[in-house]
């Protein structure tokens, strides 16, 4: 990660920005899902158990989905909270990118989640959120991405 760490301003940023979102908006892991199906729907069809619902509003009311949601918010709380320890965070990415690839994800929702990511940060953190901000999440985005996509790669190797 050495050519690719974070300045003290963009970690700044971004924490100050998602503490905005994971501090005080109970329903952004919600949010986060209708955007990813909005965005990329065939990525819904990995959550088995929403198969033959189609209204997004009636699929968050689902209880499993609901407890992934509130998982992947804290996930991403964790990633954040590693921002400052690399070592840690590409444990931490890596190791969700290879649960996700024993399940058969392909990296390729990862790679394609920045469009829903970004704009997703944008709308939640409200008057955090700058010019400045967003180039730190974009970086961090990139970080992020490749520790998920290597850990899919390492578990999909034979």
């Known amino acids: 990660m050495s050519d690719t760490t974070l300045t003290p ?9 998602w503490e905005v979102i994971y501090g005080g908006q109970p329903d952004s ?23 033959g619902i189609d209204d997004l509003e009636v699929a968050c009311q689902n209880k499993r989905l609901q407890y992934v949601n509130g998982e992947m918010m804290k996930m991403l709380n964790s990633f954040v909270d590693a921002l ?28 394609a989640l920045e469009p829903v ?4 940060i944008e709308a939640r ?6 010019a400045e901000v967003k180039v730190a999440w974009l970086k961090a985005w990139g970080i992020i991405q490749k520790g998920i996509v290597d850990g899919i790669n390492t578990a999909t190797t034979p």
Request: proline share 6%; net charge positive; hydrophobic share 35%.
């Open 9 to 17: 301003s963009e970690k700044a940023a971004i924490k100050a920005s």
């Open 29 to 51: 892991g919600n949010d986060l899902t209708k955007r990813l199906f909005t965005e990329i729907p065939e990525t819904k069809a990995h959550f088995k158990y929403l198969d």
């Open 84 to 111: 400052d320890n690399p070592d840690t965070l590409m444990q931490r990415l890596t190791a969700l990118g290879t649960a996700h690839g024993k399940r058969k994800i392909p990296a390729k929702f990862f790679e």
């Open 117 to 120: 990511l970004v704009p997703w």
């Open 125 to 130: 953190s409200a008057d955090a959120y700058s």
